[in-house]
């Protein structure tokens, strides 16, 4: 199985290619803005180095977010056009759970995982395994929050950094699609305001 892995979500753009394995390629360049301009080409320049063709794809996943609101859509729309013509599977899997495998890939210590979404605001959850223990899922939350949780868990803390698409390409190949949906985990809704000044409903994380 060949799966093709996106991350957009951060100041990095990523994308790698591996089976089950080895890593077949993987690029990775700290860009800062302007994802949309470059994820295609470094798409390309994957399929050139792996000696692979689009056609040799069978799944793809996709770093879903937290991110900023332009930013981690890049992927997930790119995901999206890649996929559909042979209607490929995508699994979309979020910086916080991805960011607790690359710490503890044995999934065997729990550890709480946060990002800084700014306004002096953290999106956070606690990890053992793939299971979360504080809920749902990521929540929103102040410092007092994250450590709150800390201290209830008995855990440390440890904060999104660099997405690894090699790690999450690895941890696709044996999710389902409909459990691991590509769909944006936005850390609160838009600013825009619809006609009239309404705000559009918060998206749920």
Excluded at 2 to 23: F, P, Q, W
Excluded at 122 to 141: D, I, N, Q
Excluded at 144 to 165: G, P
Aim: charged share 25%; net charge neutral; glycine share 8%.
């Amino acid at each position: 199985m060949i799966v093709l892995g996106l991350d957009t979500t951060g100041a990095d753009c990523s994308v790698s290619l591996v089976d089950e394995a080895v890593v077949r390629a993987h690029i990775s360049r700290k860009i800062g803005r302007g994802h949309a301009e470059v994820l295609a080409g470094m798409v390309a320049d994957a399929f050139t180095a792996a000696k692979l063709k689009p056609t040799d794809v069978d799944r793809l996943a996709v770093c879903t977010g937290p991110g900023s609101f332009t930013g981690l859509r890049v992927a997930l729309s790119f995901a999206k056009g890649f996929a559909l013509p042979r209607s490929l599977p995508i699994v979309g899997l979020n910086a916080l759970v991805l960011t607790y495998v690359q710490n503890a890939p044995d999934g065997k210590t729990p550890e709480l995982i946060y990002k800084d979404i700014r306004r002096d605001e953290l999106m956070f959850a606690t990890y053992s395994g793939f299971s979360c223990l504080s809920g749902e899922g990521p929540r929103v939350g102040s410092d007092m929050a994250v450590q709150n949780e800390a201290e209830h868990f008995r855990v440390t803390k440890t904060e999104v950094d660099k997405i690894d698409t090699r790690i999450l390409a690895w941890l696709a190949m044996d999710r389902d699609p409909a459990a691991h949906a590509a769909e944006p985990l936005y850390s609160r809704g838009p600013d825009a305001k619809l006609p009239g000044g309404t705000a559009p409903p918060k998206t749920k994380a």
